[in-house]
């Protein structure tokens, strides 16, 4: 299994998202997130994914509950962090990101499927977001590197 980090940032009733640039999901919208690298913690991930797909900074504050998810015979374990925006900026891995934007829950809710890189992962996030289905961070402290 491999391990995806990724970050929900709401800001004016609108979540940050990401239009992908690589082939296997160009066009494609999806929450800022990204494979763990070798001896890297999941809240460090979580940080560098935000910070090369968006240009932003943030402080983790909670964390959705766990994602199993099965693609194309490979599986992921994902875990997505509601964070506070601390700084943004325009500069982002351009290689991997066609485009950054703050999308509305009820935008997200009328899009198509087919505009989304997972749609059961974006629907479950945005359903926990609204029900408030958040946990503390201390979750993870055992899970950090030993």
């Known amino acids: 299994m491999e391990i995806i980090a990724g970050v929900i940032i709401l800001k004016d009733n609108k979540?940050?998202?990401?239009?992908?640039?690589?082939?296997?999901?160009?066009?494609?919208?999806?929450?800022?997130?990204g494979h763990i690298e070798k001896n890297e913690t999941i809240f460090d991930g979580a940080k560098r994914e935000l910070f090369e797909e968006t240009g932003c900074k943030a402080e983790l504050e909670k964390v959705f509950p766990i994602i199993v998810h099965n693609y194309n015979d490979r599986s992921f374990v994902?875990?997505?962090?509601?964070?506070?925006?601390?700084?943004?900026s325009v500069n982002y891995n351009k290689d991997e990101i066609e485009e950054t934007r703050w999308v509305s829950i009820d935008e997200i809710k009328n899009m198509n499927k087919e505009e989304f890189r997972s749609y059961p992962v974006i629907k479950n996030i945005v359903e926990n977001l609204e029900n408030q289905?958040?946990?503390?961070?201390?979750?993870f402290k055992n899970l950090e590197m030993i």
């Not at 979540?15 to 997130?33: D, H, N, Q, S, Y």
């Not at 994902?78 to 943004?88: K, Q």
């Open 15 to 33: 979540i940050l998202m990401v239009r992908e640039t690589k082939k296997e999901c160009k066009g494609k919208w999806a929450f800022p997130a």
């Open 78 to 88: 994902m875990i997505h962090f509601f964070a506070n925006l601390i700084e943004s």
């Open 133 to 139: 289905k958040l946990y503390e961070l201390e979750l």
